[in-house]
């Protein structure tokens, strides 16, 4: 039986997973944006331990989420779930002036991977869309390029699978992997979706807390419990430096000093 951790389990894929892994018999946290939807949460997956509430667009309330996970105890797995869509139609700054997308999509995963005590399974959920992101890493905030929504989502995709596997690198022994769930019929995928919206959340839920020899791997990209190839630009380690470098500047939290080793 494992114990998960999984943000933006308020609804869609991550609510999904929630009830999956609990049906199996394994524990669940949750979280949710603000006490509200806490509840809605709560009341959606029966069984779920509790849920962690705050607002990733903020840096401040993305360390209290850590904070609040780390008062909770150990984790077997976190599953860095919550994303905005790629349909903004402007650059919306949060309150530390990042743009939105960038702050929940992309720093949210890494201060929360920073700061969260170290479980043995880290799952990042990407996208297709990741294929189409800038791999050059410039103007992450952009500041100096003109907006496009898809675009600015499609970038944040390819940073979670640049983090993925940086986190593998740098913790050999923590299993850290991406994933894309297919376009399903979630609140983000909307009605028109193609994908079959059942099978959106096994891949995270066999990643994070199977026995498969095949989902105990590590700096792997999975599509539908298979190995899938993820944009090389991925692999290589001076993005995914530069990503950790960008992050922790945008941030102020360090990835490797982030949260003592507990082991
Ligand atoms: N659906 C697709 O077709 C598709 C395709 C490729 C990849 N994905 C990826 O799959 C993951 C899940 O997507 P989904 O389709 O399940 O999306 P969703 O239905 O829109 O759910 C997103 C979850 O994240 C939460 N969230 C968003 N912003 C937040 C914030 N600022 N603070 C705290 N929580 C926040 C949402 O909370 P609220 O409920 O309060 O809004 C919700 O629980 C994402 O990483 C997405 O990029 C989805």
Partial sequence: MARVFITGSSDGLGRMAAQLLIEQGHRVVLHARNERRGQEALSAVPGAETVVIGDLTSIAQTRSVADQVNRLGSFDGVIHNAAVGYQEPRRIATEDDLPHVFAVNTLAPYILTALIRRPQRLIYLSSGLHQRGDASLKDLAWEHRPWQGQQAYSD?????????????????????????????????????APDALDA??????????????????TGEYF?????????????????????????????????????????
């Fill in 156 to 192: 944040t995709k390819l940073h979670n699978v640049l983090l993925a596997f940086a986190v593998a690198r740098r913790r050999p022994d923590v299993l850290s992997n991406a994933l894309e769930p297919g376009w399903v019929p979630t609140k983000m995928g909307g009605p028109q």
């Fill in 200 to 217: 959106g959340h096994r891949t995270q839920v066999w990643l994070v807390a199977s026995d498969d020899p095949a989902a105990m791997v």
């Fill in 223 to 263: 599509y539908h419990m298979r190995p899938r190839r993820p944009n090389p630009a991925s692999r290589d380690l001076d993005r995914q430096e530069k990503l950790l470098d960008a992050c922790k500047r945008f941030s102020g939290v360090d990835l490797l000093h982030g949260y003592p080793e507990t082991k």
